[in-house]
């Protein structure tokens, strides 16, 4: 028990290090042989952005697996509200900062330091969040039922649809999200394995089987004889 507990501490502060805005952008760390000018900062930025992105993305998809695994559903809920809490509460700093600076998603990559840690923290909870909704469906939209988080996530999951930065692999990926949110129109060939609904049940019985259960000859007294159990089995 104490085991499957330091296990969960563990699972919870990995995913805590994934929502923090602890990773800096420096765009003078890949100028070392390229002159500086404001052009050449900006796309030194994007890249160093999409570099630890791509990282960070790899860690959240292994947390993610994590969560999935944990047996107890309780146990899984209660790990999900701490994470999504956390989420939530960066999206919502990011949205602040954003929105006072005046920052539109279609703009280039921010030169401003604070700004730019902003909307990278933004971009990657909203992509950590959107796996939580891809593969973990049902119980992480039953945390969206809370109207502020609602509507904190569907504001970061617009700005990062509409960035001019983000890769394609990335945008079909919050696409799925919205799909699964009902934020748009469902594709004709929209599916979700993970969903409660969609995974495979077993097959009932055909109906003869059943009846051929029921009208089994019964046999009459009790017997303890080796072949007859083994054939009844």
């Known amino acids: 028990m104490a085991g499957h507990s330091n296990n969960l501490c563990y699972i919870l502060l990995f995913c ?6 602890d990773d800096k952008l420096n765009p003078l760390e890949q ?5 500086v000018t404001q052009g050449n900062i900006n796309s030194n930025a994007v890249a160093l952005f999409e570099r630890l992105f791509q990282l960070k993305r790899s860690e959240q998809k292994d947390a ?26 960066v999206l919502t700093h990011s949205r602040i900062k954003l929105e006072s600076s005046g920052y539109l998603p279609e703009s280039d990559f921010p030169q401003d330091e604070s700004l730019r840690d902003a909307l990278s923290s933004m971009i990657e909870n909203t992509a950590f969040m959107g796996d939580l909704v891809l593969f973990l469906p049902d119980a992480t939209k039953a945390f969206l039922k ?15 649809q509409q960035s001019v930065f983000l ?9 799925l999200v919205a799909q699964e949110l009902n934020l748009v129109e469902r594709e004709s060939n929209y599916f979700n394995p993970y969903a409660e609904a969609n995974r495979k049940k077993p097959d009932p019985l055909p109906e003869n089987v059943e009846k051929k259960k029921v009208r089994k000859k019964i046999s009459k007294g009790p017997s303890l004889s080796g072949s007859r159990l083994k054939n009844e089995l």
Do not use: D, G, Y
């Open 16 to 21: 805590a290090s994934l929502v923090s805005a």
């Open 64 to 89: 993610v697996q994590r969560i999935a695994e944990v047996k107890s559903i309780e146990k899984q809920r209660k790990l999900l509200e701490l994470v999504i809490t956390k989420i939530m509460e």
């Open 167 to 175: 890769s394609t692999a990335t945008k079909k990926m919050l696409h």
């Open 146 to 160: 809370n109207n502020e988080w609602n509507t904190i996530f569907k504001w970061s999951l617009s700005i990062c």
């Open 31 to 35: 100028t070392k042989t390229v002159p």
